[in-house]
Each structure stands twice: as structure tokens, then as C-alpha cells.
């Protein structure tokens, strides 16, 4: 059912000075940005390896665009850091129907809009043994 990590996100202060940080430091470049308005963030996706076909893992850096936002708070409380992991899925609905009847919270009742027209679903951090986790489809459907 999961196919792979799609992405880990990484909460910033300063969103172009992290992207610099993983360009000078590891050579991973910004393949797409975006401003989610409803997830609060301003947004950059480093290709780590594959191609913008729905099999490849990123980086996401997220700056907080309104101070009441998740990355917003999470900032406050922690600084800098991993903000959460994503794995990727053909099915983002059935997946989250499944782990959801084993008790996990799914934040999300439906799919959200996530990044590159993908679908994203969240997880509750309290059931996922302290790991807030996101489930993403990718617009082709492939996983
Ligand atoms: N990772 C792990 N734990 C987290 C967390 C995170 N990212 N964010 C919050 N928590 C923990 C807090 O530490 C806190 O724990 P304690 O009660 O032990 O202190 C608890 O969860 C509640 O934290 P809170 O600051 O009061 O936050 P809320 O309950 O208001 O919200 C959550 C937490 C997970 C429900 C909210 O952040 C959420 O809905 N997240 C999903 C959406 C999101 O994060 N969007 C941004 C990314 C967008 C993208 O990837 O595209
Ligand atoms: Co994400």
C-alpha cells in the first residue's frame, strides 16, 4: 500500500536560506515551490533522487505563512527541525481508511490539496509514536 518516502518535511524560519543550506551542502536542488494558503506554508521541494513522476523522494523546507499555522507553532515550541515524514501511496483515501481502522486519528475527513496536485491526508502525532505523518498520492496515480 506504501510505495515509498515521499518526502520528509523540515519546518524553517527562513525558507530561502534553508534552501541554500541543502544546495551548498548536499547539491539537492529546488524542483518546485509553492505557497499553500490552506496548510499555512510557503513551500520548496528538493529532489533527493528519481524524476517529478510520482516515484521520486524530496525534501520539503516550510515557512510558515500566518503565526496561528501548524509550522507556525511548531516553530514556537521546538525551532527549526523535522516537522514530519510522508509516505507515498497509489490509494491516499483507502490507505488512510485502513490505518485508520486500526486507531490511528486521520486528521484530514478528505484528501487535501498537497504539493505538485498531489493528495495528502495527515496522521495525529500522539498515535504515531511522535511522528506527525502524511500520506501523499501523486497526480498520476502511480504511487
Ligand atoms: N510532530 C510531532 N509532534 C507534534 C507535532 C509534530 N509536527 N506538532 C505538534 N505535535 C505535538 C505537540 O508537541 C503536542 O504534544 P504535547 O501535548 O505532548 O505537548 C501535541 O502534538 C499538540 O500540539 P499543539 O502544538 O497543541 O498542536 P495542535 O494539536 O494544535 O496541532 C496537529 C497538532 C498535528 C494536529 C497539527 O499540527 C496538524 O493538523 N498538522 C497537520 C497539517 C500540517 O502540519 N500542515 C503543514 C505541512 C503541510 C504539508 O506537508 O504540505
Ligand atoms: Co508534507
Do not use: W
Not at 51 to 77: C, H, M, N, W
Not at 83 to 93: E, K, L
Not at 117 to 128: A, E, G, M, N, V
Amino acid at each position: 500500500m506504501f510505495t515509498r518516502i515521499d518526502h520528509v518535511g523540515i519546518a524553517c524560519r527562513d525558507l530561502d536560506a534553508g534552501v541554500e543550506f541543502y544546495r551548498r551542502t548536499y547539491g539537492f536542488e529546488v524542483t518546485h515551490t509553492e505557497i499553500n494558503e490552506e496548510q499555512g506554508v510557503r513551500e520548496a521541494m528538493l529532489r533527493v533522487n528519481g524524476t517529478d513522476d510520482g516515484g521520486a523522494s524530496y525534501l520539503q523546507l516550510l515557512e510558515p505563512i500566518r503565526a496561528d499555522s501548524p509550522v507556525a507553532k511548531f516553530l514556537d515550541r521546538n525551532g527549526e527541525g523535522v516537522h514530519h515524514i510522508a509516505f507515498g501511496t497509489s490509494d491516499v483515501a483507502g490507505a488512510a481508511e485502513a490505518v485508520g481502522a486500526q486507531g490511528v486519528r486521520v486528521l484530514d475527513a478528505e484528501p487535501r490539496a498537497g504539493s505538485m496536485d498531489s493528495r495528502i491526508t495527515f496522521l495525529h502525532p500522539k498515535d504515531c509514536g511522535g511522528v506527525l505523518t502524511e500520506l501523499v498520492q501523486a497526480p498520476d496515480s502511480s504511487g
